[in-house]
């Protein structure tokens, strides 16, 4: 069987959470962490190695929280995303302290992971399927020789991915006739109102959207050759963000559409039928903590995970 990665961004500030680690709230009924079940539909979906991504101030508490219990069951290594990690030439911005985002989480792995590798965010709920799919596809119909490069996504409709607290950011996708992305834009303040959905692209122009528009959630089926463009782009980034800019960020899905349009990736788009859930906001965690309890009653987990 082909060797497959599963890498879990976790080095997220949570700032939205109240200023706690909301990667590591736990939400199952024995104490499990969002992670554990993303952990458990992977290694059940055939994974047969996790990296996490992680800060360096958080490694003990991470650890002890769930990495020591997930290395007894599956290979496990670590990548550090750190605002110092940047190309030589380059000088952090007097006052940066923002992480550079998910683009530069993910080059984190560059020397960790040199197969096909599925990346999560460590605190999205995405159920089963997209686990399945994207598995499946990476080893039964993912070229990695193939030219352009052969990528592939879970895609979720967006009325299945919203939070009731608040706004949320999606990554909006136009798929092709073929089941192929030929754009995804990162799209801002989502959220239902009585009279439909809202949202806003990066200049907070409001835009048009439906319930069954399929979005992405940072599910994105990899191949190693996609670090190479990743380790390119991000000096390109750096050159281009405007002076007094501390917040600008490289971030996966941009990284993604510019190949897409650029003829140097095809992304085969994997539709899931599952509801999203996670914490994006303190408010959330009672609504996970119902909806986990409610699948584990259904019998889709065990009581205990690990």
């Known amino acids: 069987m082909k060797d497959t990665t599963l890498v879990i961004m976790a080095a997220g500030i949570g700032s939205r959470f109240g200023g706690g680690i909301k990667q590591l709230a736990p939400v199952g009924p024995s104490g499990e962490i969002i992670m554990d079940y993303s952990i458990y539909d992977a290694l059940e979906a055939g994974?047969?190695?996790?990296?996490?991504?992680?800060?360096?101030?958080?490694?003990?508490?991470?650890?002890?929280?769930?990495?020591?219990?997930?290395?007894?069951?599956?290979?496990?290594?670590?990548?550090?995303?750190?605002?110092?990690?940047?190309?030589?030439?380059?000088?952090?911005?007097?006052g940066r302290k923002k992480p550079w985002g998910t683009g530069h989480a993910v080059l984190m792995v560059k020397e960790l992971v040199h197969e096909p590798f599925l990346v999560i965010n460590a605190d999205d709920y995405y159920g089963k399927e997209g686990f399945r799919k994207i598995h499946d596809y990476m080893v039964g119909g993912m070229d990695e020789q193939k030219e352009p490069m052969a990528l592939c996504m879970a895609g979720f409709a967006l009325e299945n991915t919203l939070s009731e607290n608040g706004a949320v950011t999606r990554g909006v996708c136009d798929v092709n006739a073929d089941k192929t992305l030929a754009k995804v834009e990162e799209t801002f303040a989502i959220e239902k109102k009585a009279n439909g959905f809202y949202a806003e692209n990066e200049d907070g122009v409001p835009v048009s959207i439906h319930a069954g528009q399929l979005v992405s959630m940072n599910?994105?089926?990899?191949?190693?050759?996609?670090?190479?463009?990743?380790?390119?782009?991000?000096?390109?980034?750096?050159?281009?963000?405007?002076?007094?800019?501390?917040?600008?960020?490289?971030?996966?899905?941009?990284?993604?559409?510019k190949l897409i349009q650029e003829k140097k990736a095809e992304v085969k788009v994997l539709e899931s039928g599952d509801k999203w859930f996670g914490v994006t906001y303190q408010e959330d965690k009672a609504a996970v903590v119902a909806a986990i309890r409610k699948l584990v009653d259904d019998g889709v987990y065990p009581e205990k995970l690990f």
């Not at 190695?49 to 670590?78: M, P, Q, S, T, W």
């Open 219 to 257: 599910m994105w089926g990899l191949s190693p050759l996609f670090l190479n463009e990743l380790e390119k782009g991000f000096p390109e980034f750096l050159q281009q963000i405007p002076e007094g800019n501390l917040k600008a960020e490289y971030l996966l899905p941009k990284v993604i559409d």
């Open 47 to 94: 994974f047969t190695k996790i990296v996490f991504i992680i800060r360096r101030d958080l490694e003990k508490d991470f650890k002890e929280i769930i990495g020591n219990r997930i290395e007894k069951v599956a290979k496990v290594e670590y990548a550090y995303q750190e605002l110092e990690k940047i190309p030589e030439g380059f000088l952090i911005p007097e």
